[in-house]
């Protein structure tokens, strides 16, 4: 049997039994293994982690662990920039893009309502879910940890929280939505489609009374025709977002 020292920060600690979030903790294995298997055998998805040292140095997935090795695992940590040499993989091209699996509708929603494209459909397989998300190089957010281990993932998110509010917040801090989100974008939140303004005398019609009497600016669905004000919904996913600036 071979030995080796882990020890895992920040919310990688999520991952693991209480007993194991304090101290580094042995873990043992026999034969030649990857840092990368050896730190998805303890539950931890590649996705979800940013930089390992071992013995103080950074190494990459590839990294063969021997007898004695100490290991550093880190998730992402927004204030830190990390050197390209350092890097487990290439960062995020451009606005961050998100395929959701079938556990969180509503997050997709919020997402959408914020104007972050997010494939969802309550119908998607595990492996229709990668294949999209490799494809499309969509962020792949899950609960299902085994999505998040294939080989070909490269980005994804492994969601902890029940609440799909700070579910939003989880999202946000690891991607840092903040900076792409615009006061006024919005996309559908039934199907994703961007949304266009229109005339509220296009569609007096199908407005209720109220929402006749208090609202002037509309915008509809290109794709699905649903329309949207700013109405009270509007104005709570505003404050939510206000929160999660602050978090
Ligand atoms: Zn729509």
């Not at 049997?1 to 020890?7: A, G, L, Q, V």
């Not at 590649?46 to 140095?57: D, G, K, P, Q, W």
């Given at each position: 049997?071979?030995?080796?020292?882990?020890?895992f920060y920040g919310r990688l600690k999520r991952f693991l039994p209480d007993d194991r979030q304090i101290r580094p903790y042995s873990h043992y294995f026999k034969g030649r293994q990857s840092v990368k298997d050896r730190i998805e055998t303890v539950g931890?998805?590649?996705?979800?982690?940013?930089?390992?040292?071992?013995?103080?140095?950074p190494v990459d997935f590839s990294y063969l662990v021997k007898t004695g090795d100490r290991i550093a695992v880190y998730p992402h940590f927004y204030q830190l920039?990390?050197?390209?040499?350092?890097?487990?993989?290439?960062?995020?091209?451009?606005?961050?893009?998100?395929?959701?699996?079938?556990?969180?509708?509503?997050?997709?929603?919020?997402?959408?309502?914020?104007?972050?494209?997010?494939?969802?459909?309550?119908?998607?397989?595990?492996?229709?879910?990668?294949?999209?998300?490799?494809?499309?190089d969509r962020i792949i957010l899950t609960r299902d940890h085994g999505v998040l281990m294939r080989k070909?993932?490269?980005?994804?998110?492994?969601?902890?929280?029940?609440?799909?509010?700070?579910?939003?917040?989880?999202?946000?801090?690891?991607?840092n939505l903040t900076e792409y989100y615009k006061g006024s974008e919005s996309r559908c939140v039934d199907c994703n489609s961007r949304l266009i303004e229109i005339d509220k005398e296009e569609i007096i019609d199908r407005l209720e009374l109220k929402t006749?009497?208090?609202?002037?600016?509309?915008?509809?669905?290109?794709?699905?025709?649903?329309?949207?004000?700013?109405?009270?919904?509007?104005?709570?996913?505003?404050?939510?977002?206000?929160?999660?600036?602050?978090?």
């Open positions: 049997m071979k030995e080796i020292y882990f020890r931890v998805p590649h996705t979800e982690v940013e930089l390992i040292l071992a013995n103080n140095r920039e990390l050197q390209d040499n350092y890097r487990l993989r290439p960062p995020y091209p451009g606005k961050p893009r998100f395929i959701a699996d079938v556990h969180l509708g509503k997050l997709a929603k919020y997402l959408r309502r914020f104007n972050f494209d997010t494939i969802y459909q309550n119908d998607l397989k595990d492996q229709e879910i990668i294949d999209i998300g490799v494809e499309e070909q993932v490269t980005y994804g998110q492994f969601i902890h929280n029940d609440d799909s509010r700070i579910q939003l917040y989880e999202v946000a801090e690891r991607y006749k009497m208090y609202f002037e600016r509309f915008k509809i669905c290109q794709e699905c025709d649903k329309i949207y004000w700013e109405g009270s919904h509007y104005k709570r996913m505003e404050d939510l977002f206000e929160k999660i600036n602050n978090y």
